[in-house]
């Protein structure tokens, strides 16, 4: 039997997810003036791209399938393999089995990917992904290309003078960061960035009516990236762990292994007590 996954909405789908909004961002990122809400056809696809979240919009307009995915943590240059893994299920769902073997051409949406970052790492303003970067054949036969947008509220780029709405979603991420402290748990962060949205007329009607589910969304979404963080920093620990480990049997002088790895003299004098290397 299928597992049956049920995947939770991001704050960022659940925000765009409305015509009005998606078809602003649409405009901004591509230039396309020519389409109107009427003409789109929001698609409700049962996939998460990032973290095990729904945090894709996409929807179909005439011939064009148009996706867009925020993706918050580090910049992940596998996106084109993963909106591919997304566009063969899309083509599945539009077509049947047996279509496939038909003599004629079955039209298909073409799409256009893209990518919205907020994380910590510096990135182009707009940058472009593409799959034929992963094969080792120079003359690839398939090509995938991702485009990618800075949206960090500090980054005041263009794509946020152009799309309101963008602006808005980036000015409440920036606030939640703005709010983490040690004294301030995850949920109080993310009330106090929602009320300071409200407050200035921000994102204000969407607030207001799901104030609760926004808290509780961006609270997990920030939780599982601190886990994450705090995951792969206890691994890079365990790997120097390791490394002093090699240079204590080596004998080498604690003050220059600390200069290596970074770890103070004292860390270090206790690892070489604790395995009897020192």
């Known amino acids: 039997m299928a597992e049956n996954i049920q995947y939770k909405d991001a704050v960022f789908r659940s925000y765009f997810k ?27 696809l049962a996939e998460a791209l990032v973290n095990g979240k729904r945090n894709d919009v996409s929807f ?13 943590s580090t910049i992940n240059y596998n996106m084109p393999l993963r909106f591919l893994s997304y566009l063969s ?11 496939t073997y038909n003599k004629e051409r079955i039209p298909l949406p073409s799409p256009q990917f893209y990518v919205f970052y907020n994380g910590r790492e510096s990135t182009e303003e707009i940058s472009e992904m593409k799959l034929e970067d992963a094969f080792s054949d120079s003359n690839p036969v398939i090509t995938l290309k991702v485009k990618a947008f800075d949206i960090r509220y500090e980054r005041n780029s263009r794509l946020l ?5 963008m602006m808005y979603y980036s000015i409440f991420v920036s606030k939640v960061e703005e709010y983490k402290t040690p004294e301030v748990t995850a949920e109080q962060a993310v009330l106090k960035a929602v009320n300071y949205c409200i407050e200035h007329d921000i994102m204000k009607e969407f607030m207001e009516e799901h104030r609760q589910e926004v808290v509780n969304m961006f609270t997990e979404e920030w939780n599982l990236e601190e886990a994450k963080r705090v995951a792969a920093e206890e691994a890079r620990n365990e790997s120097k762990i390791e490394a002093i480990i090699e240079m204590l049997k080596d004998q080498l002088p604690v003050e220059k292994i600390s200069k290596y790895t970074k770890f103070s003299v004292e860390q270090i004098e206790e690892i070489g007590a604790r395995y009897a290397l020192l």
């Open 89 to 99: 299920k899309f083509y599945n769902k539009l077509t049947s089995a047996k279509a």
């Open 60 to 72: 179909v307009s005439g011939n064009k399938l148009i996706v867009l995915i925020e993706h918050q």
């Open 18 to 44: 409305d015509k009005h909004r998606v078809l602003s961002l649409y405009r901004a990122v591509s230039g396309d003036n020519s389409l109107t809400e009427d003409d789109i056809e929001l698609n409700d």
């Open 161 to 165: 003078h152009d799309c309101q709405e």
